[in-house]
Antibody
C-alpha cells in the first residue's frame, strides 16, 4: 500500500516561491513503473495537473503548459520523496495541492492535500 | 474550463441507479483508458474505477464503468447515503507531450 505524506507551508506571499514535499512509503521514487505527479484543485480551475517526474534509466519531467515557465519538480532519492517548486506565485495559484502516484494509466495514490493560500 | 465534460450535478433516492457521463476527445478518452474518482468533503480523490471498468480492491460492485468512443460513464446502483460525494473522470491526453486531464466533477446528492 503506497502512502504519500505532504508537507510545506500553507501561506505564500505574492511573487514568492511555493514549495511542497511529498514523502513516499511503500514504493520508490526511482521505480521504473511509476510516475510522481503534482495536481492542484481550486473552485475556479477544478482539478489541474501540474507536472510529474519519473525514472526510466534516467530522470524525466513533464510539465503543464500553463505553468511550464514557473515549475520545477525534483526527486530526492536519499529521502524517497519528491518536491514541487512554483515560482512567482499570484493569488490565482491559491489551491489545494496534491501529490499523486501514477502506475501508468491511473493515479492510484494521493497525498492528503495541502491548502496553499497566496496572500500578503 | 475542464478538458473532460461532466454534468455538474446528479441525484437519486436510496436504492436507485444513477449514471454520470464524461465526454472527451480523440486525444484523451478516444485513445486511452478512463478512470473515475470519488471525493468526499475535505479529502483527496480516491480511485474508484480504473481502465474504464475495473474496480480496485475494496470498491463495492455497485460501482461500474464503461467507455464508448470518446465518452465514458459511471453507474452507481443500489444508491446509498454514503455515496453522496463529488465524482471526477480522468484520462491521459496524448496531445503536446502528454498530460492528465480531468472532468469538472459531478456532485451526487442522495435525496
Amino acid at each position: 500500500q503506497v502512502q504519500l505524506q505532504q508537507s510545506g507551508p500553507g501561506l505564500v506571499k505574492p511573487s514568492q516561491t511555493l514549495s511542497l514535499t511529498c514523502a513516499i512509503s511503500g514504493d520508490s521514487v526511482s521505480s521504473n513503473s511509476a510516475a510522481w505527479n503534482w495536481i492542484r484543485q481550486s473552485p475556479s480551475r477544478g482539478l489541474e495537473w501540474l507536472g510529474r517526474t519519473y525514472y526510466r534509466s534516467k530522470w524525466y519531467n513533464d510539465y503543464a503548459v500553463s505553468v511550464k515557465s514557473r515549475i520545477t519538480i525534483n526527486p530526492d532519492t536519499s529521502k524517497n520523496q519528491f518536491s514541487l517548486q512554483l515560482n512567482s506565485v499570484t493569488p490565482e495559484d491559491t489551491a489545494v495541492y496534491y501529490c499523486a502516484r501514477d502506475g501508468g494509466w491511473e493515479l492510484t495514490s494521493w497525498g492528503q492535500g495541502t491548502l496553499v493560500t497566496v496572500s500578503s | 474550463q475542464s478538458v473532460l465534460t461532466q454534468p455538474p450535478s446528479a441525484s437519486g433516492t436510496p436504492g436507485q441507479r444513477v449514471t454520470i457521463s464524461c465526454s472527451g476527445s480523440s486525444s484523451n478518452i478516444g485513445s486511452n483508458t478512463v478512470n473515475w474518482y470519488q471525493q468526499l468533503p475535505g479529502t483527496a480523490p480516491k480511485l474508484l474505477i480504473y481502465s474504464n471498468n475495473q474496480r480496485p480492491s475494496g470498491v463495492p460492485d455497485r460501482f461500474s464503468g464503461s467507455k464508448s468512443g470518446t465518452s465514458a460513464s459511471l453507474a452507481i446502483s443500489g444508491l446509498q447515503s454514503e455515496d453522496e460525494a463529488d465524482y471526477y473522470c480522468a484520462a491521459w491526453d496524448d496531445s503536446l507531450n502528454g498530460f492528465w486531464v480531468f472532468g469538472g466533477g459531478t456532485k451526487l446528492t442522495v435525496l
